[in-house]
């Protein structure tokens, strides 16, 4: 059992918007402004896309943005591409005890 | 161009040690701290351990507590983890990958590790 809580499975159509959640608790997402998120296709490295709750690496597209409240964090993807299709896993730093815990991954589907 | 080029994994079995590499090259190496996250064959992500650049903080996952050390020479642009006592459940991708702003920034392209007799 994963850390922190994402759905399984999310869909859209292209064009569309979707919204993946990381639930976590008040010791790791709610207690430090330091979730992470990671776009992996198929058999390749992982990407960072977002980290500090919302901040955008230099090259990831604007149509990545993170938010935060409380102790769930939100991966969103605004107009939806065929090349978005893949796994994504948030992740949260939770201190120097447990240092970094990781959701369980959502497989995005753009049908 | 920033690259983490990993290596060292192999088959070993259950109980046995493997050394993985990672070999850094278009960055300023001293000044990241680096860490190494493994994924399980069709598994998620877990992170597995951390160390500071000049090695003075090191974290450790429980999963790999006592069994796994991990290292640096600055001098050779080098992280390394040793893997010892292993067991099937350490079967998996493992990357390193350079810390910023407490994310895993840039990454290696995997080195893999089965554990099975």
């Known amino acids: 059992q994963s850390a922190l809580t994402q759905p399984a499975s999310v869909s859209g159509s292209p064009g569309q918007s979707i919204t993946i959640s990381c639930t976590g608790t008040?010791?790791?997402?709610?207690?430090?402004?330091?979730v992470s998120w990671y776009q992996q296709h198929p058999g390749k490295v992982p990407r960072l896309m977002i980290y500090e709750d919302y901040k955008r690496p230099s090259g990831v597209s604007n149509r990545f943005s993170g938010s935060k409240s409380g102790n769930t964090a939100s991966l969103t993807i605004s107009g939806l591409q065929a090349e978005d299709e893949g796994d994504y896993y948030c992740c949260s730093y939770a201190g120097s005890i447990t240092a970094w815990v990781f959701g369980g991954g959502t497989k995005l589907t753009v049908v | 161009e920033v690259q983490l080029v990993d290596s060292g994994g192999g088959l070993v079995q259950p109980g046995g040690s493997l050394r993985l590499s990672c070999a850094a090259s278009g960055f300023n190496f001293f000044t990241y701290s680096m860490n190494w996250v493994r994924q399980a064959p069709g598994k998620g992500l877990e992170w597995v351990s951390y160390?500071?650049?000049?090695?003075?903080?090191?974290f450790y996952a429980d999963s790999v507590k006592g069994r796994f050390t991990i290292s640096r020479d600055n001098a050779k642009n080098s992280l390394y983890l040793q893997l010892n006592s292993l067991r099937a459940e350490d079967t998996a991708v493992y990357y390193c990958?350079?810390?910023?702003?407490?994310?895993?920034?840039?990454w290696g392209q995997g080195t893999m590790v089965t554990v099975s007799s």
């Open positions: 160390i500071s650049s000049s090695s003075d903080t090191i």
């Open positions: 008040i010791s790791d997402v709610g207690d430090y402004n330091l």
């Open positions: 990958a350079r810390d910023a702003a407490y994310a895993f920034e840039v």
